[in-house]
Structure formats: structure tokens, C-alpha cells
T-cell receptor, first 115, second 111 residues
Framework: AQSVTQLDSHVSVSEGTPVLLRCNYS??????LFWYVQHPNKGLQLLLK??????LVKGINGFEAEFKKSETSFHLTKPSAHMSDAAEYFC?????????????FGGGTRVLVKP | GAGVSQSPSNKVTEKGKDVELRCDPI?????LYWYRQSLGQGLEFLIY????????KSGLPSDRFSAERTGGSVSTLTIQRTQQEDSAVYLC?????????FGPGTRLTVL
């Protein structure tokens, strides 16, 4: 079984300040972890992924995330928020070692960027 | 190349009618998934196809929901006797390895 908890349903930041989106997971298998972004009325876009290589993962648009096994966390960060970062973000776990590589989504964090 | 496409982009139907939602995966992707995104339930897995194997239907919420994948490519999700709680965005994804690529979704509204 696997699950994902995104600790904040909403995050509000000012443009140019850091962004932190928190995610904790549980998985019976060695997990793969992803962050997806969804802009209003758009599809899901992959930001970055962790698949058991380097624990610090760099993604698109300046985002990065660090896999911490001891804390079962995969928090997403960006040093300086941009207005275009306003969207909903999903932390996702999959278990490739399981019979079915289905994704389990966190509840999402909606990010508001203030000018 | 082309990404995952879904049709229609929007569908409005009356309670009790049947609907069909279509997904065209990325060419060559062997795995295809359906998910549902609704206000009350977030994003949830519905069904998974891998090659010619029997699909994993463990996420389908009721026997009114079914899906087919013809020729290992296009998939159709069918909802019979739609109910208002079926209103949601239905997302399709395909993959070759670990990463799943999502289509834009079909927004279903049941009146």
C-alpha cells in the first residue's frame, strides 16, 4: 500500500520569495516520487521525478526536491517564486516494484503568488 | 511528437445517460491509465492497461464504469446510467517506463 500527504492545502508567497511545498509518503516498496503541476484548466505537467538515483532532484522552472528516506519526505522548493508559478501542485508516489505502477496522488497544494 | 490526446474536452449529459470518453496514448507506450479528478475526492486511479495483459480494474468505483483498450492503443472509458456524482475531470495517461504522461482531460458534467 502507498499513500501521500501534502501538509498544506494552500500556500501564499510573495513574488521573489522562496517556495516550500511539503510532502510525506509511505510505500511498501522502494518508491518513485514525482511532483506534478496543474495550471488552471490545463493538464498535469511533470516538474521532476525521483527514481532511486540522486536524492536531490532538479526539475523544470527552477524547482527542486530532496528525497529523505529517514523522514519519508519529498519536499518541493524554489528559491524565488514567479507569478507564473501560481498553480496547483501534486506530490505523487508510485511503486514500480509492485504489480501495477499506478500513481497515488496527494491532495494537492494550491499556490498563490502575490505581486 | 504528439502527446496524449483525449476527446471530447467537455461533455455535458443528463442523469441516466451513457457516456464514452476516448484516450489516444503516445505511440509506442505500452501502459495506459485512467484517473478521475473531482472536488471531493482529489485525483484517484480508476483502471490500468499493460500490453495484452488483463486490465487492473481495482479503482473503478462501480460496475457502471468500464473501459476497453483496442489494439493496444486507443482506450474508451464508458460510464453507464450516469449520476451527478460522476461529474469530474477524467484524465488519461500513458507510459513506457516509470514516467506517466497525461492528457488534458475530459470534463464531464452530469445534470
Amino acid at each position: 500500500a502507498q499513500s501521500v500527504t501534502q501538509l498544506d492545502s494552500h500556500v501564499s508567497v510573495s513574488e521573489g520569495t522562496p517556495v516550500l511545498l511539503r510532502c510525506n509518503y509511505s510505500s511498501s516498496y522502494s518508491p518513485s516520487l514525482f511532483w506534478y503541476v496543474q495550471h488552471p484548466n490545463k493538464g498535469l505537467q511533470l516538474l521532476l521525478k525521483y527514481t532511486s538515483a540522486a536524492t536531490l532532484v532538479k526539475g523544470i522552472n527552477g524547482f527542486e526536491a530532496e528525497f529523505k528516506k529517514s523522514e519519508t519526505s519529498f519536499h518541493l522548493t524554489k528559491p524565488s517564486a514567479h507569478m507564473s508559478d501560481a498553480a496547483e501542485y501534486f506530490c505523487v508516489v508510485s511503486a514500480p516494484g509492485a504489480a501495477v505502477n499506478k500513481l497515488t496522488f496527494g491532495g494537492g497544494t494550491r499556490v498563490l503568488v502575490k505581486p | 511528437g504528439a502527446g496524449v490526446s483525449q476527446s471530447p474536452s467537455n461533455k455535458v449529459t443528463e442523469k441516466g445517460k451513457d457516456v464514452e470518453l476516448r484516450c489516444d496514448p503516445i505511440s509506442g507506450h505500452t501502459a495506459l491509465y485512467w484517473y478521475r479528478q473531482s472536488l471531493g475526492q482529489g485525483l484517484e486511479f480508476l483502471i490500468y492497461f499493460q500490453g495484452n495483459s488483463a486490465p487492473d480494474k481495482s479503482g473503478l468505483p462501480s460496475d457502471r464504469f468500464s473501459a476497453e483498450r483496442t489494439g493496444g492503443s486507443v482506450s474508451t472509458l464508458t460510464i453507464q446510467r450516469t449520476q451527478q456524482e460522476d461529474s469530474a475531470v477524467y484524465l488519461c495517461a500513458s507510459s513506457l517506463l516509470v514516467e506517466q504522461f497525461f492528457g488534458p482531460g475530459t470534463r464531464l458534467t452530469v445534470l
